[in-house]
């Protein structure tokens, strides 16, 4: 019985743990990335040379203040001429273009506003039929795709469990996929935990 309470309370502060300390080590590496942003600085106005230390994480909001400013400048007529005239520089350098092009055309539909992916989870049989996982839509195939497939057809994503960092490219028939009545977070919560966080919803084929 003794046994059972002291693993009982082990475990029990294992779940409080482990979080805080993950939680904390990414956090934490966030921090020690976005502290290169320093470097930037001129040597005088760097805070080690001005008050003698180092100040943890004001790399975040040097990083911040970087991207803010870079999104406001090229908001406006004269930033978007500056942001045209770096591609097309880049577009002459052979293996630069073709890395940037690449990263360029995810992080556009990663990131964009008017983007389709990762804006709805699915519900799609794999990795065969009569079993089914959790996918993120990400658009349609293209016509060079679409002339060997019969019917239409959607392209998904699908991560990994307990990391949804990596997983696979697939293209599924519209009437084999099924869409959840979910946001994002929770669809992720779901994968993250392996079915464990159970997020409620509805779901409906996609039409």
């Known amino acids: 019985m003794r046994r059972q309470l002291i693993k009982r309370y082990f475990i029990t502060g294992l779940l409080i743990w482990v979080p805080l300390a993950i939680t904390a080590w ?45 999104g406001l400048l090229a ?30 055309q995810v992080s556009d539909t990663l990131l964009s506003s008017s983007g389709m992916a990762f804006r709805q989870p ?10 089914w996982t959790i996918a993120f839509l990400t658009g349609e195939p293209g016509a060079g795709v679409t002339r060997h497939l019969e019917g239409p057809h959607v392209s998904v994503y ?16 519209k009437d084999q996929v099924i869409e959840l009545d979910m946001d994002v977070d929770e669809a992720l919560k779901y994968i993250i935990s392996m079915g464990v966080v159970v997020p409620s919803g509805h779901f409906k084929r996609l039409s």
Do not use: C
Not at 38 to 48: F, I, Q, S
Not at 85 to 90: F, H, I, S, T
Not at 158 to 173: A, E, H, K, W, Y
């Open 26 to 70: 990414v956090l934490s590496l966030i921090a020690d990335v976005a502290d290169q942003s320093l470097r930037l600085l001129p040597e005088v106005a760097r805070p080690r040379n001005l008050l003698g230390i180092n100040i943890p994480g004001l790399g975040i909001v040097v990083t911040l203040a970087i991207v803010l400013a870079t």
């Open 75 to 104: 908001t406006n007529i004269i930033g978007q001429r500056l942001v045209s005239w770096w591609e097309r520089l880049l577009a002459r350098i052979p293996v630069v273009n073709s890395i940037y092009n690449g990263v360029k």
């Open 122 to 131: 699915l519900l799609v049989p794999y990795p065969h039929q009569g079993s």
């Open 158 to 173: 699908v991560p990994t469990t307990p990391n949804p960092t990596s997983g696979f490219f697939l293209m599924f028939r």
